[in-house]
């Protein structure tokens, strides 16, 4: 018996407050990490509200999105990290002959094929953000880590494959952050420093490399993070205006629905990639910093769940989930402030759009289900 | 070692994964520095810079344009107003399907179909919520067709604006002139920032001239637009607290014109189907009372917009209607000018009152053959310079002339206004010619040319040759034989009255040099002759001075538009209509206490005293209050 318990046995005082927190423990709820990710997605829902220019159907939309994805947490805390870890390499395989499929039948939209049209339409590349690093951990799992270079040779290709796959949708952001979470997992495995200070070298030829397969918008994306003002009306529109907007919000913001860069339409895709900038513009400095300092909360208590699992599965997966959260804020924010070119990775939790947040749901639900169900493993 | 250790040391590597979750963290916080930085960076350091970029990018200055001022007759008649007028807008994103609606507004004739691709172009062009004009004016009847049509056609409706208006164009219109569409040469002259929000400026005439005082000054609106530019309701302005204030327009001055507009009607009216001019003057202030211009055409064709196809019809027209004869128009003056060389000729002691010359009906230049005809065949027998005057003899002049000489010719009629421009308030006048040697040195290149000969010197005394005056110089010259020598700077406009507060500026009435003589009783000698011409038993107008209430002077002129040959005779009836002499006259009334000087042409008209003189005759019975119109 743990000594809160105790605690609240002995004092009763905290009675009401202490039969919810028993009644979480029962579902497998994570309390704290339920109170980050609600209080994320309040503050979200309050800047999308601005940010669809106070379009209630929109907004009663997302909120429904954000239901559903709450239901999946929920749902995925149920699964026990044993289970999960059984269904590792059906799921992987699965998700790797989805996203075959969506190459040969997916929708095309706006030059890429990203969609799949099963009954309902979803995006395969969604259940890889899960499925790469869950095969990851899967992997070394029953191995003694760090891992060998054979080892890692093997961990590549099971990060390279589906990587690829959706790099020639073309999807690279996804692409990107399904190696960022790959990476991650290897890295917590104890990737040796010689090999990641070797990897940081290679980047560089790496990166050239990779110029030579990108698309058209692609590399103009680049060169606008370069020179937004040599194409003020194109390519660098988004970021100047973007720019304009939170640093016209100054400390305390414009006020909540009163921004004008967003109000306007100066500001593009204010509801989805850039509605950091929207927070930034009508809630300023002190506005963003609460919403990092949330984003620091959830990312921490992940990682305290990481360190607190029992195995390596878990913990390698519980890790990668919150670095990949990071990864995710750290992008879109660098990108909105014109720090890294514009990829298209949404601001987790508060841009509009299910899909994403659906995923980003599951993978914290799988952080509950490692958390509350440490105990009932053998040590 | 790993080989030899299959089973998982769990302690390690928990703490292998402790030291690489630290390791990631750390490397999480620096990246998170750089993003916060970048955020104190832009919100902090950089605020004002972007605050200044963000309200710019929100608001437009749009310009409200001033209301332009009214012109007025010298009684206060409009001659120039504003009048609302409906136009047929399209808003291309409220139309659901633009070809059909294009084609039942053609059908509706409120559009023409040769016109629906270029309409189409411009829907599709510009922003989708951007009017686009279908019809500049709308009559009554289609206004009414169109309400009633309304409904069916969503994104279709009529809008006001102010156009301008002339209620008696014709009578006035090369006077007041007109307003057309800014061109871009008006662009380049205008202060184009006055000129933000208007559609039209003064063309000609006062309408241009005048174009400062009548176009006010432009006002300013702050529009909160969003990154289409389209205007947002007036709400969403909360969104900034402050806005510059908004500057409303100041309207355009109102003018006052010199002109009657019951001279201009009666002026137009006689000229009605012949080409001609017709100038009046107060001689005491160089007020202009009529200005007419014959023919003439409707100014509000220019300020409503017309198609192509009228304009190059008022432009090819063989009679050139836009043309302003008036001050554009270049005539010999044939005989008007006898009353001006008649005072040149006692001033220079060419002649005097006893001098007298018989009249056989040609003159010859000593040791020549050539013979310079009188208009009257037969000969004037023995005359003096008032029978000269009022029998209009030419060889009486050709023999004065060759005594005064082209250079004091030259002088005297210079000192009348001859020759050189008026300096009136419009725009456009030509300056007419008065010849003298040095004129002629300057004029020819070739040096055989250069050299004057008396021979010239003959007919110019009888306003041919290279001589030649406009309208209102003929005007202004008889004018200051009126006030014997007075003169005036004429001009049009009489006040300029500022619209809000109702102050009015009077045009300081502006002396010009007088015509000195040396003997005062000269001016009655030339004034005494003209008023034979009128009511003489042998005077040249004497018809057109009969059963005058008042009495009056002037003189008739008939100007050779093309040359006879030595022994022919000119026969009227033979002659093509626009090859047959100009008719001109030129009179002032009352001869005793003159009020209006008058200067009349009538191209082709043959003879000044027959065809020009009645005119004057009307022109002055109106003003001095003796028309049919005027109370008896």
């Given at each position: 018996m743990r000594l809160s318990d105790t605690r609240g046995l002995v004092s009763g005082k905290a009675a009401p407050f202490g039969d919810f927190a028993r009644l979480l423990r029962r579902l497998n709820i994570d309390g704290p990490l339920l109170v980050g990710l609600l209080l994320i997605c309040a503050l979200g829902l309050t800047v999308l509200y601005s940010a669809v220019g106070e379009n209630v159907r929109l907004w009663v939309n997302q909120l429904m999105r954000l239901g559903i994805a709450l239901v999946v947490m929920f749902t995925m805390a149920q699964m026990s990290p044993d289970f999960l870890r059984r269904w590792t390499p059906w799921g992987f395989l699965a998700g790797m002959l989805l996203l075959i499929l969506v190459l040969t039948i997916g929708e095309v939209s706006q030059g890429a094929k990203r969609w799949l049209n099963l009954g309902i339409r979803f995006q395969p590349s969604e259940i890889m953000k899960l499925a790469v690093p869950m095969m990851a951990a899967w992997y070394l799992h029953d191995r003694q880590i760090p891992p060998r270079a054979g080892q890692l040779l093997m961990l590549a290709i099971i990060i390279a494959v589906p990587v690829l796959l959706i790099g020639i949708q073309p999807d690279l952001g996804t692409a990107l952050l399904i190696a960022a979470s790959g990476l991650i997992v290897i890295i917590l495995a104890g990737l040796p420093l010689r090999v990641m200070f070797a990897l940081a070298v290679l980047a560089v030829p790496g990166a050239l490399l990779l110029w030579r397969f990108m698309e058209e918008y692609q590399k103009q994306r680049v060169l606008t993070l370069l020179?937004?003002?040599?194409?003020p009306l194109g390519a660098g529109y988004n970021i100047i205006q973007s720019k304009i907007a939170i640093g016209s919000g100054g400390l305390f913001g414009k006020g909540w629905t009163n921004g004008s860069q967003a109000r306007l339409e100066y500001l593009p895709e204010r509801d989805t990639d850039f509605i950091f900038a929207v927070m930034g513009e009508e809630l300023g400095l002190l506005g963003v910093l609460a919403l990092i300092c949330l984003y620091v909360f959830v990312v921490g208590r992940g990682l305290y769940i990481a360190i607190q699992a029992p195995d390596t599965y878990s913990r390698l997966l519980a890790g990668s989930i919150s670095l990949t959260f990071f990864v995710y804020v750290f992008v879109n924010t660098a990108m909105v402030t014109g720090?890294?070119?514009?990829?298209?990775?949404?601001?987790?939790?508060?841009?509009?759009?299910g899909t994403s947040m659906v995923t980003l749901m599951a993978g914290f639900g799988i952080l509950m289900s490692i958390h509350s169900h440490r105990k009932l493993l053998p040590h | 070692m790993d080989l030899l250790s299959p089973i998982k040391d769990h302690h390690s590597e928990r703490r292998l994964f402790i030291g690489r979750v630290m390791l990631t963290s750390t490397a999480g916080f620096l990246l998170l520095g750089i993003v916060i930085a970048r955020l104190v960076q832009l919100q902090i350091f950089d605020y004002e810079v972007f605050a200044a970029q963000s309200l710019g990018n929100n608001y437009r200055i749009e310009a409200v344009p001033p209301i332009r001022g009214l012109i007025f007759d010298r009684n206060g008649r409009v001659l120039a107003e504003n009048l609302p007028a409906y136009q047929l807008e399209l808003i291309p994103e409220q139309v659901e399907d633009l070809d059909d609606t294009l084609q039942r507004l053609a059908s509706l004739g409120l559009i023409e179909a040769e016109d629906i691709p270029r309409f189409k172009d411009l829907s599709e062009s510009g922003p989708r919520f951007k009017p686009v004009t279908l019809n500049l004016r709308l009559s009554d009847a289609e206004i009414a067709n169109f309400a009633i049509e309304r409904p069916r056609f969503p994104g279709v409706d009529f809008q006001p604006r102010l156009i301008r208006h002339y209620p008696h164009g014709e009578a006035v219109a090369h006077a007041v002139g007109y307003v057309g569409a800014l061109s871009k040469n008006d662009m380049l002259r205008l202060d184009t920032s006055q000129y933000a929000g208007t559609a039209h400026t003064g063309k000609t005439g006062v309408e241009s001239r005048y174009e400062s005082h009548l176009h006010g000054d432009v006002g300013y609106r702050n529009v909160v637009t969003n990154a289409l530019g389209r205007q947002l309701p007036?709400?969403?302005?909360?969104?900034?607290?402050?806005l510059p204030a908004d500057e409303t327009p100041m309207p355009g001055d109102n003018v006052y014109l010199t002109l009657d507009l019951d001279l201009q009607q009666l002026g137009t009216q006689a000229l009605q189907g012949r080409r001609g001019a017709i100038v009046a003057i107060d001689p005491w202030s160089g007020e202009i009372l009529a200005l007419v211009s014959a023919p003439t055409f409707d100014p509000n064709l220019f300020a409503v917009g017309m198609t192509s196809s009228q304009f190059s019809a008022l432009q090819n027209n063989l009679d050139q209607p836009l043309f302003n004869r008036a001050i554009r128009g270049e005539y010999p003056p044939g005989s008007t000018i006898k009353p001006m060389l008649a005072l040149a000729a006692l001033e220079t002691g060419?002649?005097?009152?006893?001098r007298k010359t018989v009249c056989r009906g040609y003159f010859m230049l000593p040791n020549t053959t050539h013979r310079y005809r009188d208009w009257k065949p037969e000969g004037h027998g023995e005359v003096d310079l008032h029978t000269a005057i009022s029998q209009s003899c030419d060889v009486y002049f050709y023999e004065l002339s060759v005594d005064i000489g082209i250079d004091r010719m030259h002088d005297y009629l210079d000192r009348f206004g001859l020759g050189r421009l008026s300096g009136v308030d419009i725009r456009g006048e030509n300056e007419g010619l008065v010849p003298s040697r040095e004129w002629k040195k300057h004029w020819f290149s070739d040096p055989a040319d250069q050299r004057w000969y008396n021979g010239e010197t003959v007919i110019a005394s009888i306003g041919q040759g290279y001589m030649l005056a406009t309208p209102l110089q003929l005007a202004n010259a008889v004018a200051a034989v009126a006030t014997r020598g007075h003169r005036f700077q004429p001009h049009l406009v009489a006040a300029t009255e500022n619209t809000l507060t109702g102050q009015r500026t009077l045009a300081s009435l502006q002396r010009l040099d007088d015509v000195d003589v040396e003997i005062d009783s000269h001016w009655d000698t030339v004034i005494d002759a003209m008023h034979e011409v009128m009511h003489g038993l042998r005077g040249t107008a004497r018809a057109a001075g009969l059963n005058a209430a008042y009495e009056m002077a002037g003189k008739s002129g008939t100007a050779q538009v093309f040359s006879v040959a030595q022994e022919e005779e000119y026969e009227e009836e033979e002659v093509a209509e626009r090859l047959r002499d100009h008719a001109l006259f030129i009179a002032f009334a009352p001869v005793d206490n003159p009020r209006i000087a008058v200067a009349v042409i009538v191209e082709n008209g043959s003879s000044g005293s027959r065809f020009a003189a009645p005119i004057a005759r009307q022109i002055m019975d109106q003003y001095l209050g003796f028309g049919s119109n005027a109370p008896q």
């Open positions: 020179d937004p003002h040599s194409d720090l890294v070119p514009v990829v298209g990775i949404p601001l987790p939790l508060v841009s509009f759009g | 007036a709400v969403t302005n909360a969104l900034f607290e402050s060419a002649t005097n009152l006893t």
